[in-house]
């Protein structure tokens, strides 16, 4: 059965630096969605992408923040200078169809220190 | 703006017991809701997804339903097993498809 892959499992990072999280979804998807959840909190959503551009984003996806699709298949998710409150899981979804099932990925751990 | 609350935090039940979990919403203009399962430190597997003209769903042992008109959902999971134990989440789309989530129901079912 396919799965969204992602990579690294684990980032750490000094504060200030720049960071690329990497997701594979599954191929027939057409829709991509980046969300995070920091320890112990709830996921929340950070940014959608449908036809190679951005569809939704939330208010925590800000200009540090950007997603591509460079060749077809990856799916990133760039952060450009990292702050310590961006230490937290971050989890790479895609779905067929807009409004139907997301599958997600086994996510990234990253600690900004 | 959506609020996902689930309830309870966290359930303890001995093994081979039936159980519900809780979630409701403040906005019934729901797209679907879909019901994950996240083990410690592990990503989020989906477990049923109810679309929002549907009532409920099943798929082994568990069962999930829907109200949409009065904002609430269960997940049922009949004959509780060890294995079971994990955060249960429930997330509601709405017309922009992003994902709200609750804060899940920790399980520990006690073997």
């Known amino acids: 059965e396919p799965e969204v892959t992602q990579t690294p499992s684990h980032q750490v990072t000094q504060m200030g630096q720049e960071v690329i999280l990497r997701c594979v979804p599954i191929?027939?998807?057409?829709?991509f969605y980046w969300y995070r959840q920091i320890l112990g909190q709830k996921v929340e959503f950070l940014v959608s992408f449908y036809n190679n551009e951005i569809s939704e984003k939330s208010e925590i996806f800000d200009d540090q923040f950007s997603v591509e699709r460079p060749d077809g298949s990856n799916f990133t998710l760039k952060i450009r200078s990292t702050k310590l409150e961006d230490s937290a899981m971050y989890f790479c979804a895609g779905s067929s169809g807009g409004a139907i099932e997301q599958f997600f990925g086994p996510g990234t751990r990253l600690t900004v220190l | 703006k959506q609020e996902v609350t689930q309830i309870p935090a966290a359930l303890s039940v001995p093994e081979g017991e039936n159980l519900v979990l809780n979630c409701s919403f403040t906005?019934?203009?729901?797209?679907?809701l879909q019901w994950f399962r996240q083990d410690p430190g592990k990503g989020l597997t989906s477990l049923l997804l109810i679309q929002s003209s549907q009532r409920e769903q099943t798929s082994g042992r568990l069962n999930a339903s829907l109200d949409k008109s009065s904002g609430r959902s269960t997940l049922y999971i009949a004959a509780s097993q060890p294995g079971d134990s994990a955060t249960y989440l429930c997330?509601?789309?709405?017309?922009?498809?992003?994902?709200?989530f609750g804060s899940g129901t920790q399980l520990t079912v006690l073997p």
């Open positions: 906005d019934s203009a729901i797209y679907n």
């Open positions: 997330a509601v789309s709405g017309s922009a498809r992003q994902l709200t």
């Open positions: 191929s027939n998807h057409l829709y």
